[in-house]
């Protein structure tokens, strides 16, 4: 199941998603496009991003394990700017609240949002983010996984070789990845990072087909206000699980403290914690967008496709090791991102070319 970006605006159910792009005006067509376009550079600055700022923070004396977690979802309150100037721009007659039932759906898939946010900072306490985010790209294959049982999404030899070659790239860092641990860190803690991680991707890639399928499945249109709205509610539910975790590890006491022994002192200690919020917002904000836009596989795809990039930046940024191992895995990941796209890009082809076809027998 693919969904057609060509209802967004007029809140065109997503299941009647075969209705052709030629139908809307070109302005229509450019806006809806330029709204993918937004979602997947807001994904782009979270994904790149969100890792660097969590890993500055443990590198630097932060220790508290929930803190992370917590940050990745508690900056939910910026969605109520787009959601208010939404609301003032709303089309009569198209709904703008979120069904109660679909907001119930929400708050359930924001306790595994918080779950995994768990998984995946304590996972990278113990990793550099380069690794981190080559393990994390195997969530393409989760998601491919629960795309094919839950949505029925049809694959293409394109696409099966993108998911393969991407998971293969993580098995081989796995498997020659003794040389990367991190100073202080021991070989239990890295396997326990390693395999966190590893969970943590699962769980985004069980996480991303759900969404879909909630959106399809509601009973209204869906709207991008309404997006915005599960969204928000999404990341409430996720925030209150990582608080509750916060407060059952006393660790809201702990940050002034944290904060005043800090290594890049205690300004910069909250304005990194402010950063992270709202870096990580706008990550699952796109994410969410880019389901609206098309469908969980491709939000996948965008997503193991930027965590190659989050290497390079941490090898940068950080002066990570860049091993022969961590060199293929990237090209790895780069040839699936081009096998999928390439596969797409034939598809979208062949599908306008039918267009044509039945319009000029008409």
Not at 304 to 325: C, D, M, N, R, S
Request: hydrophobic share 45%.
């Amino acid at each position: 199941m693919a969904f057609n970006i060509d209802g967004i605006e007029n809140g065109v159910p997503q299941t009647h998603s075969t209705k052709s792009i030629h139908d809307g005006s070109e302005k229509s067509f450019m806006s809806k496009r330029s709204l993918l376009l937004l979602n997947c550079a807001c994904t782009a600055i979270g994904t790149i991003g969100g890792p660097l700022l969590v890993r500055l923070y443990f590198l630097h004396g932060g220790s508290r394990k929930w803190v992370p977690s917590w940050l990745q979802t508690v900056g939910f309150p910026i969605l109520t700017i787009p959601i208010a100037i939404q609301y003032s721009r709303r089309t009569p007659g198209i709904e703008f609240w979120a069904s109660p039932k679909l907001l119930l759906c929400a708050s359930a898939i924001g306790v595994f949002a918080g779950l995994d946010n768990f998984m995946y900072s304590l996972g990278l306490s113990y990793l550099p983010v380069s690794t981190s985010a080559l393990l994390l790209a195997t969530q393409l294959a989760f998601t491919a996984f629960f795309s094919f049982i839950i949505t029925r999404q049809k694959f293409t030899p394109f696409s099966i070789n993108a998911v393969v070659l991407m998971t293969l790239g993580a098995i081989m860092l796995g498997l020659r990845s003794a040389g990367d641990r991190p100073q202080g860190v021991t070989s239990a803690q890295y396997m326990l990072g390693f395999v966190l991680t590893i969970a943590s991707a699962g769980l985004l890639g069980f996480i991303l087909p759900v969404t879909e399928v909630t959106y399809a499945k509601a009973t209204k249109a869906i709207t991008y206000s309404i997006v915005l709205q599960f969204q928000l509610c999404t990341a409430l539910f996720a925030t209150i699980f990582c608080t509750i975790g916060m407060i059952v590890n006393k660790d809201f006491p702990a940050i002034p403290r944290e904060a005043s022994q800090f290594g890049l002192g205690s300004t910069k200690y909250y304005l990194l914690l402010a950063s992270s919020a709202v870096a990580w917002q706008l990550m699952f904000l796109g994410i969410m967008g880019t389901i609206f836009c098309t469908s969980s596989l491709f939000a996948g795809v965008i997503n193991a496709t930027l965590l190659p990039i989050t290497q390079i930046a941490g090898v940068i940024v950080y002066k990570e090791k860049f091993t022969g191992e961590k060199g293929m895995a990237l090209a790895l990941s780069l040839w699936g991102f081009a096998s999928f796209f390439y596969g797409a890009y034939r598809d979208s082809k062949k599908q306008t070319e039918k267009e044509t076809e039945a319009k000029l027998s008409t």
